[in-house]
């Protein structure tokens, strides 16, 4: 399974930016697919994930209101809509996926509950 992300690049302070995660397969109802980003030093982190079901979406505390994830099964397809982008949203932003089985809820932000990642897309947020 490979995971394409896309959509980076560089906006404004308070500018969107969509980013995607294709999937090349593998995904079923059990399967939790996330996004995650990194900034040189620091640890990954956590941003947001959905279950491929649907039912639920998991964001961390500084981008909600602002990002909403969201999938398309047809298109095996995971987004990241950021709107209101801060200076500090800047970093590489990671997708990820756990497919086959299901992430109990407190692992949902441990990037080691994912088993598949893709390449990493570059956001940078500056005026």
């Known amino acids: 399974v490979q995971l394409q992300a896309s959509g980076g690049g560089l906006v404004q302070p308070g500018g969107s930016l969509r980013l995607s995660c294709a999937a090349s397969?593998?995904?079923?109802?059990?399967?939790?697919m996330g996004w995650f980003r990194q900034v040189p030093g620091k640890e990954r982190e956590f941003v947001a994930a959905?279950?491929?079901?649907?039912?639920?979406?998991y964001y961390t505390d500084s981008v909600k209101g602002r990002f909403t994830i969201s999938r398309d099964k047809s298109k095996n397809t995971v987004y990241l809509q950021m709107n209101n982008l801060r200076s500090e949203d800047t970093a590489v932003y990671y997708c990820?996926?756990?497919?086959?089985?299901?992430?109990?809820?407190?692992?949902?932000?441990?990037?080691?509950?994912?088993?598949?990642w893709g390449q990493g897309t570059q956001v940078t947020v500056s005026s």
């Open positions: 990820a996926a756990r497919l086959g089985s299901r992430i109990i809820q407190s692992e949902i932000p441990n990037q080691r509950a994912y088993s598949y």
């Open positions: 397969g593998g995904t079923s109802s059990s399967s939790t």
């Open positions: 959905i279950r491929w079901s649907g039912d639920n979406q």
